[in-house]
């Protein structure tokens, strides 16, 4: 169902990763980007309508959070929009 909230991928380690500071001190898991990823039409309809998901400033928050773009991604979501990873073993993956 594209109007659920659907981000589907492959993740890049074994364990979520354990965050532990503000504003969202829980683990969260992220998709590898090289593996490909899916999003319905309800994330890219959020991210599309956040103002946190223009270019630059998603550059500025990879940098402030010192988060390659796929966890900062990932991050995003579950700390945000309350999106969390459906993980698919049909991606690509390195592990």
Do not use: M
Not at 1 to 9: C, F, K, L, N, R
Not at 39 to 54: G, H, P, Y
């Amino acid at each position: 169902d594209s109007q659920q909230p659907y981000y589907i991928g492959r993740n890049s380690w074994p364990s979520a990763l354990h965050r532990s500071k503000e504003p969202y001190p829980h683990p969260f898991w992220f998709a590898t980007l090289g593996a490909g990823i899916c999003f319905s039409e309800n994330v890219l309809d959020r991210l599309a309508s956040s103002t946190r998901i223009r270019v630059l400033e998603f550059i500025n928050g990879c940098l402030e959070e010192n988060y390659p773009d796929d966890i900062y991604l990932g991050f995003l979501l579950a700390a945000y929009f309350n999106v969390s990873l459906t993980r698919n073993e049909r991606f690509h993956s390195h592990l």
